[in-house]
């Protein structure tokens, strides 16, 4: 049973998506009060999160935020139409991945689906469960890494797009590769999605992330992971 959270005060949106979802494989849930909920993510009890970025009595941001301090669950966060800098606002707090209001809710649907294969499965192939790459120490079971000996916490797409960047090496990827790579080909986004996930990559692995010595930029091509 996969768990979904839905953090929205729309009875109408949330009954849409419940709707959506009830023949399926499912379990929604509906938040009341934000503090009980963080905790109950805390305690690992949801696979996927649905944010409602303007709610009546706290920001969606800030939740965002609250949670990515944490916990890596995947977000996605529903945006205003034709509102862009909340889109980029979102992936900066750190989403998984944004969807704009008024939206189909298979799209959601094939979103959500996306998410969960990923966040379910390496898509590398021959990869230990454990391995060290340089000072970096990659956990594929648990997606997490380290650097040095110290923990850094990602988010699932951050993760992805790590994994895919270090264990292919010196091989540049166009951000149009990246999107089908990590969001799949059921994401319909903004290029700038990949360039915002990798900026926040740089800015928790890099010492100085304005002058990167790992995820580096071929200028006019894409990102690549600098071996050395």
């Not at 909920?37 to 800030?62: A, M, P, R, T, W």
């Not at 935020?65 to 966060?77: L, Q």
């Not at 071929?218 to 690549?224: E, R």
């Amino acid at each position: 049973m996969i768990k979904i959270l839905i953090i929205d005060d729309q009875p109408l949106l949330i009954e849409q998506i419940k709707y959506a979802f009830e023949d399926e494989y499912y379990k929604m849930n509906r938040v009341y009060n934000i503090e009980e909920v963080l905790k109950q993510i805390e305690n690992k009890s949801y696979d996927i999160i649905i944010l409602e970025s303007e709610l009546h009595k706290k920001d969606g941001f800030q939740i965002c935020k609250e949670i990515r301090k944490f916990s890596s669950v995947p977000i996605i966060m529903i945006t205003p139409m034709g509102e862009d800098m909340k889109k980029i606002m979102a992936l900066e707090f750190g989403a998984d991945d944004c969807l704009s209001k008024p939206f189909n809710v298979l799209e959601l649907k094939a979103r959500i689906k996306a998410i969960l294969r990923r966040t379910k499965r390496v898509e590398v192939v021959n990869l230990s469960p454990e391995f060290e790459i340089g000072e970096f120490k990659i956990n594929t079971l648990g997606r997490k890494i380290s650097y040095k000996g110290e923990d850094i916490n990602l988010t699932g797409k951050e993760f992805d797009l790590f994994l895919l960047l270090i264990t292919n090496p010196n091989k540049v990827f166009n951000r149009q590769q990246l999107l089908e790579k990590i969001w799949g080909y059921e994401y319909y986004g903004d290029l700038r999605t990949v360039d915002v996930h990798v900026r926040r990559l740089r800015e928790k692995i890099e010492k100085n992330s304005s002058n990167p010595k790992y995820i580096l930029t071929k200028w006019g091509m894409g990102y690549y992971f600098k071996e050395k």
